[in-house]
């Protein structure tokens, strides 16, 4: 072993992270490859690892391998980022981790700017905090950066204008809305308020 070089021993571990990979031995796999970090096969390595914790819905251990491939110019991982950041938020009661979850929403959004479901979903937190106010700017954010995301949005606007007295700003909005893009969601938010 001694007369390897490190190239050998490096594809030799590459090759047995991918035998544990096909065998199913996910830990075995995840050890083998997490020693690749910062050889040649780092990149592989990054995307096997990503598959692994997709598979076991490890969110955190995703997001970082995300970020990795993302920063290593290996294409952009920003929309997966995003979903990983929002499923681990998800998983969360945000009545007691208030925090943690906003922060992850956050770091969602600031991920993948045109994701809906990052601002739906911390909409939906802030909603449960009591923070309609910020719930509303969050919908309303969504509805002008991202107009076709409107009806996903528009029954839990229909729902937070009358308590926040915004029955008038919120109608126009959804007017406009259904004026170019007819939907059914979008309508019924009308008829709602």
């Not at 780092?42 to 491939?69: F, G, M, N």
Request: proline share 4%; glycine share 4%.
């Amino acid at each position: 072993r001694g007369d390897l070089s490190q190239a050998d021993r490096d594809r030799a571990q590459h090759a047995l992270a991918l035998d544990y990979l096909k065998a199913g031995l996910l830990d075995r796999a995840e050890d083998a490859l997490t020693k690749l970090e910062g050889t040649a096969h780092a990149t592989q390595a990054h995307l096997a690892l990503l598959s692994i914790y997709e598979r076991s819905r490890d969110w955190p251990k995703a997001s970082v391998v995300a970020q990795k491939l993302s920063n290593s110019g290996q294409g952009s991982f920003q929309g997966r980022l995003a979903h990983y950041l929002c499923e681990e938020a998800d998983g969360l009661d945000v009545t007691h981790h208030a925090a943690q979850v906003l922060q992850l929403l956050s770091q969602a959004m600031e991920a993948a700017p045109q994701s809906a479901r990052a601002r739906i979903a911390l909409a939906k937190a802030l909603t449960q905090l009591g923070r309609t106010q910020e719930a509303y700017s969050t919908l309303t954010g969504l509805a002008s950066q991202v107009p076709s995301a409107l009806p996903l949005v528009a029954p839990k606007l229909a729902a937070l204008a009358p308590e926040l007295q915004r029955i008038p700003e919120t109608l126009t909005l959804l007017e406009t809305s259904y004026a170019k893009t007819a939907s059914l969601d979008v309508l019924n938010a009308i008829v709602a308020l």
